[in-house]
């Protein structure tokens, strides 16, 4: 129903930054909770963080204080800027929205960190 597409993904050594990126399909999120998840090889894919459509945020243990949600209503785009990324941060990033019985999932980028 609602089609998600993340973009930003890349190498970056540790301690730089990254933004990703989620745009939706429709005017949904401003609407939605919109939610950032990660999953690394061999690993579960694990929350990273969700801001409501009230605009209010809230992260994992993991990332609290590196990573920020923000989102744009107007060009249904969600982001999550990422700093002082570390190794342990490499997996897939997803992007996701929740909206009444509906949830629904990008393709997800890449996101390495390296040493």
């Known amino acids: 129903q609602v089609r998600l597409v993340e973009s930003g993904g890349g190498l970056v050594q540790a301690g730089g930054s990254l933004r990703l990126s989620c745009t939706a399909s429709?005017?949904?999120?401003?609407?939605?909770?919109m939610g950032w998840y990660r999953q690394a090889p061999g690993k579960q894919r694990e929350l990273v963080g969700v801001i409501t459509s009230g605009g209010g945020s809230n992260y994992a243990n993991s990332v609290k204080g590196r990573f920020t949600i923000s989102k744009d209503n107007a060009k249904n785009t969600v982001y999550l800027q990422m700093n002082s990324l570390k190794p342990e941060d490499t997996a897939v990033y997803y992007c996701n929205v929740r909206f009444l019985g509906f949830d629904g999932w990008g393709q997800g980028t890449q996101v390495t960190v390296s040493s």
């Open positions: 429709e005017n949904i999120v401003s609407l939605s909770i």
